[in-house]
T-cell receptor, first 110, second 119 residues
Framework: AQRVTQPEKLLSVFKGAPVELKCNYS??????LFWYVQYSRQRLQLLLR??SRESIKGFTADLNKGETSFHLKKPFAQEEDSAMYYC????????????FGQGTELSVKP | GAVVSQHPSWVICKSGTSVKIECRSL??????MFWYRQFPKQSLMLMAT?????????EQGVEKDKFLINHASLTLSTLTVTSAHPEDSSFYIC???????????????FGSGTRLTVV
């Protein structure tokens, strides 16, 4: 079964500290992995896609097929990074639908 | 960029009545739209996949007769919560997929959501 797991419901760090939001997935095949961010009172926005291998707002994520992980990292957290972060998966045999993880609330304290 | 408009942003209705939520793709055609339900500080739970001109595909455990989905055009999908009850109170979010090559957001654009409160 397809599944996305984000083990941490809340992650609290101080400004300038490194951040790693964990994401593990279960999928039989080659999925597409995404990270979405939802700032307070705003709609869901795409942050990263594993295929693009780019860095957005200082965040990076590497797909590790061996560990079936797609952890989101940032070396120095900023207060404006505080938001809900969702890891999501899309598979070729799923009709394009996105399956989301439970979400991790990142709180960056001054 | 691709924009999805969802309306209304919030609605309060009496128990037993029906509520319709609209999801429109403003500058692109969406052959596929998705409806999600989100509880406070929890994940988005996929309810159904809406395909233009055909019946929606519902996820396991989602009542088809309770949550009616219509995707009559390439830019509009509607979700109707029928005979609403307090337990239907939630945040409903739509997503439209832009099938154009090179689409922004890699194809998935989300609406701003609808807060439904059933009293």
């Amino acid at each position: 079964a397809q599944r996305v797991t984000q083990p941490e419901k809340l992650l609290s760090v101080f400004k300038g500290a490194p951040v790693e939001l964990k994401c593990n997935y279960s999928y039989s095949g080659s999925p597409e992995l995404f990270w979405y961010v939802q700032y307070s009172r705003q709609r869901l926005q795409l942050l990263l896609r594993h295929i693009s291998r780019e860095s957005i707002k200082g965040f990076t994520a590497d797909l590790n097929k061996g560990e079936t992980s797609f952890h989101l990292k940032k070396p120095f957290a900023q207060e404006e990074d505080s938001a809900m972060y969702y890891c999501a998966l899309s598979g070729h045999n799923q009709g394009g639908k996105l399956i989301f993880g439970q979400g991790t609330e990142l709180s960056v304290k001054p | 960029g691709a924009v999805v408009s969802q309306h209304p942003s919030w609605v309060i209705c009496k128990s037993g009545t029906s509520v319709k939520i609209e999801c429109r793709s403003l500058d692109f055609q969406a052959t596929t739209m998705f409806w999600y339900r989100q509880f406070p500080k929890q994940s988005l739970m996929l309810m159904a996949t809406s395909n233009e001109g055909s019946k929606a595909t519902y996820e396991q455990g989602v009542e088809k007769d309770k949550f009616l989905i219509n995707h009559a055009s390439l830019t509009l999908s509607t979700l109707t919560v029928t005979s609403a009850h307090p337990e239907d109170s939630s945040f409903y979010i739509c997503s439209a997929r832009d099938a154009r090559t090179g689409a922004t957001n890699y194809g998935y654009t989300f609406g701003s959501g609808t807060r439904l409160t059933v009293v």
